[in-house]
């Protein structure tokens, strides 16, 4: 079974600028979540997906958005980046509820 | 709002020692999971514990909640270099809505 899938794997972008990740969970995994880890902050919650619809979100700025599609794949979008965004997201997909998360190798992005 | 604190953050190590590792919170879990990130890398996933006094194996990881279900730990017994990495704990909170919070990790060195 493939596990959870991440593209791009690294990203540079400019202050200001936008960017879309991208996140393909395990087949039969219905449930999406996002994450941002930094070295200060530690692991921290950005919103969870379900069938096409958030059902939980953290404390982030607007700016972070997402969406998920019919076939559980799931996009973020940072609008208006920041050098504070810099950090590894990493994505994770599950069955839903509390159930075990499975993690992807994350996206570095790295803003100038 | 719940926290889960980690200790020690670092930990450096000779091969074969033993180590302990502590995850605490003043908020009840319905469960606790354990992940091993290594650079560049999503977390993996180890183990889960449901429920209170659960003790749980894994090779030379020994995994244990707390019976009020409120902290848990993880013993490596011989550690070896292979161990090396960041060790994370994640509560499974579900107070009005569900969520997971990180704990801070340990990195986690064992020098051969």
């Known amino acids: 079974k493939a596990g959870v899938t991440q593209t791009p794997r690294y990203l540079i972008k400019t202050r200001g600028q936008q960017v879309t990740l991208s996140c393909s969970p395990i087949s039969g995994h219905r449930s999406v979540s996002w994450y941002q880890q930094t070295p200060g902050q530690g692991l921290q919650f950005l919103f969870e997906y379900f069938s096409e619809t958030q059902r939980n979100k953290g404390n982030f700025p607007g700016r972070f958005s997402g969406r998920q599609f019919s076939n559980s794949r799931s996009e973020m979008n940072v609008s208006t980046l920041e050098l504070g965004d810099s950090a590894l997201y990493l994505c994770?997909?599950?069955?839903?509820?509390?159930?075990?998360?499975?993690f992807g190798p994350g996206t570095r992005l790295t803003v100038t | 709002t719940q926290l889960l604190e980690q200790s020690p953050q670092f930990l450096s190590i000779q091969e074969g020692e033993n180590l302990t590792v502590y995850c605490n919170s003043s908020s009840v879990f319905s469960s606790l999971q354990w992940y091993r990130q290594e650079p560049g890398e999503g977390p993996v996933l180890l183990v889960t514990v449901v429920t209170g006094g659960e003790v749980k194996k894994l090779k030379r990881l020994t995994f244990q909640f707390g019976d009020a279900r409120k902290d848990s730990s993880l013993h490596i017994t011989a550690a070896q270099p292979g161990d090396t990495g960041l060790y994370l704990c994640?509560?499974?909170?579900?107070?009005?809505?569900?969520?997971?919070?990180f704990g801070t990790g340990t990195r986690l060195k064992v020098l051969a």
């Open positions: 994640a509560g499974a909170f579900t107070s009005g809505t569900y969520k997971y919070i």
């Open positions: 994770a997909s599950s069955l839903g509820g509390l159930r075990e998360q499975y």
